[in-house]
Nanobody, 117 residues
């Protein structure tokens, strides 16, 4: 079992930046891979970025070059630095943790990110 607590969402103007954080507690095996998915209204949940303990990365094409995922295993925390935000980045962002990059995932409660002028 893994418990995930997210923070850092909010309202930002287009072109702005936000940093999301997610603190994990529980099984370290089940948090080998940590990352973020997002779900916009009327759309399916989609992968944003994932990182493993060994530093293996996977990003959605739509965020490459704008978003950076990182983790601090001493703090059991994963971060998502989001730059050059666009209105289409508006969604609920969910932290996820799993044994592998393919899941299955434990989920956080979600944090709203709204990009609007």
């Amino acid at each position: 079992q893994v418990q995930l607590v997210e923070s850092g969402g909010g309202l930002v103007q287009p072109g702005g930046s936000l940093r999301l954080s997610c603190a994990a507690s529980g099984s370290s095996f089940s948090s080998n891979a940590m990352g973020w998915h997002r779900q916009a209204p009327g759309k399916q949940r989609e992968l944003v970025a994932v990182i493993t303990r060994r530093g293996r990365l996977n990003y959605a094409d739509s965020v490459k070059g704008r978003f950076t995922i990182s983790r601090d295993d001493a703090k059991n925390t994963v971060y998502l630095q989001m730059n050059s935000l666009k209105p289409e980045d508006t969604a609920v962002y969910y932290c996820n943790a799993g044994a592998t990059m393919a899941g299955p995932w434990y989920w956080g409660q979600g944090t709203q990110v709204t990009v609007s002028s």
